[in-house]
């Protein structure tokens, strides 16, 4: 699987399935602090992604 970060560096995760929370975390990306897409759709963190999925990580901007 290919894991596309904010900064446009990319990554291949190679322990598939896995749910996006388990990829984030083990990539020290806080799940609450970003949107992610695979193939160009929003999923949810307890989304199942497998070893073909393109996932893209987008960082929520916070602030008040």
């Known amino acids: 699987m290919k894991l596309i ?4 560096d990319e990554r291949i995760i190679e ?4 749910t996006v929370e388990q990829i984030l975390l083990e990539a020290g990306i806080n799940p ?9 759709n929003l ?4 989304t ?3 070893d073909e ?3 893209r990580v987008i960082r929520i901007a916070h602030g008040g």
């Open 43 to 46: 999923i949810s963190e307890d």
């Open 15 to 18: 322990h598939c399935p896995a």
């Open 5 to 8: 970060l904010s900064d446009h």
């Open 48 to 50: 199942v992604v497998g």
């Open 32 to 40: 609450l602090d970003v949107l992610v897409s695979r193939n160009g």
């Open 53 to 55: 999925d393109e996932i």
